[in-house]
């Protein structure tokens, strides 16, 4: 990929954790960046901004729930006309709402699907004609182990987590021709919000599993990211590359 013009990287989930390491990478070649995150407030987004603006990085975050078709397709259209192009698509956002099957309802399911694999969908949808058209792009999709290997009481986030591989190698089959790389980066137990409010005892039964026995870092997923969407990985697509300490093989 062409680095001489800075990249416009658009990262969903961006204003924390994971999405927020992403953001500094890609921050670091001096790219345009726009985030989107869903926080009850804002001071999460202004943070990574704030450090974003302080490198030099033009860098903005906006309000945006990924699992709206409409509002996501409102928020692209946006950006292109700002922008004119979206070089790099993270979708990064992800929820959670664990509990057992036999007690999980349909708010639980819906919610957690609707980000999750819908947000994905709606995101790719509103940047794929668009990158098509330059003839370039890459698109890298968060899934998680659990999407591959499951855990009891996850049956909505690893369904979701398992249906973006899916619609990751399906994507990259309809744009490999067309320049554009999609790729999947499922992350094993990585010490951000989303882990923090899990019991010490989950906790431990996590990294039990873990042959480096420790949790991963938000910068360790974000350098195998920041590298699916580099030159370097000019030949990959279609693939789900688990960075996860060794908790699946
Ligand atoms: N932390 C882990 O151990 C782990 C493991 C595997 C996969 N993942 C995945 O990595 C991604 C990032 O996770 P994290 O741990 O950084 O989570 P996090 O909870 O720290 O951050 C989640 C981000 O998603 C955003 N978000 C939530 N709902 C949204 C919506 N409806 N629309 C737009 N944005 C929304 C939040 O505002 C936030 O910016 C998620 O997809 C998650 O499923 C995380």
Redesign the pocket.
């Known amino acids: 990929m062409e680095q001489s013009r800075s990249r416009v990287v658009v990262i ?10 992403v953001a500094f990478r890609f921050g670091e070649e001096g790219a345009r960046i726009v ?5 009850a407030d804002d001071s ?2 202004q943070e990574t901004l704030d450090t974003l603006n302080r490198r030099g990085i033009t860098a903005e975050a906006h ?6 078709f409409g509002f996501v397709d409102q928020w692209f259209k946006e950006i292109f006309k700002r922008f004119e192009r979206v070089d790099v698509l993270i ?6 709402r664990d509990t057992l099957l036999m007690r999980m309802n349909e708010g639980d399911w819906d919610a957690v699907l ?3 694999l819908k ?1 994905v969908f709606n995101c790719t949808r509103a940047v794929i004609r668009p990158m098509i058209k330059e003839r370039r792009g890459r698109i890298i999709n ?5 999407g591959q290997i499951g855990n009891a009481g996850q049956a909505n ?1 690893a369904a ?2 398992a249906g973006v591989m899916g619609l990751t190698k399906t994507t990259a089959r309809e744009v490999a021709g067309r320049g554009i790389t999609v790729n999947g980066v ?10 923090a409010v899990l019991s010490d005892r989950v906790k431990e039964e996590f990294l039990r599993q873990i042959p480096m026995g420790r ?2 870092t ?1 910068d360790e ?1 974000a350098e195998a990211v920041y590298w699916l969407c580099s030159e370097a990985a000019s030949y990959i697509t279609g693939q789900i590359i688990h960075v996860n300490g060794g908790m699946y093989m």
């Open positions: 969903t989930g961006g204003s924390r954790g994971i999405g927020r390491s985030l989107a995150h869903y926080d999460a987004a309000k945006v729930d990924v699992s709206s979708n990064n956002a992800g929820i959670t609707g980000v999750n947000g968060i899934s998680s182990v659990v986030y979701s987590k499922a992350p094993g137990f990585i010490d951000t919000e989303m882990t949790m991963g938000p997923v």
